[in-house]
């Protein structure tokens, strides 16, 4: 049994800490925690640590940088 007994399962607790996102995070959600804050999504959580999908060997740098390749591709 839960000690915490002034929480109704369905009160919003917080909100995701995704920009982008924002949805509401209800008491008992299971949900993602970066340092305080909390992400609802395995998807805000990657958006939140700016993480990208890329091609192994075909990385593209931010901007004006250019691609780095494998030399023994």
């Known amino acids: 049994m839960s000690r915490v007994t002034d929480l109704i399962a369905d ?3 917080d909100y995701c ?3 982008e996102c924002g949805h509401e ?3 008992g959600q299971p949900v993602w ?3 305080f ?3 609802c999504s395995s998807s805000c959580l990657l958006k ?3 993480a990208v999908t890329v091609i ?3 990385e593209v740098k931010q901007e004006s940088e250019q691609e780095v390749a494998d030399p023994q591709l």
């Open 37 to 39: 804050e909390l992400v």
């Open 25 to 27: 995070i209800r008491f």
């Open 56 to 58: 192994a060997g075909k």
């Open 11 to 13: 009160e919003v607790i």
């Open 33 to 35: 925690k970066i340092d």
């Open 48 to 50: 939140k640590l700016g």
């Open 17 to 19: 800490a995704n920009g």
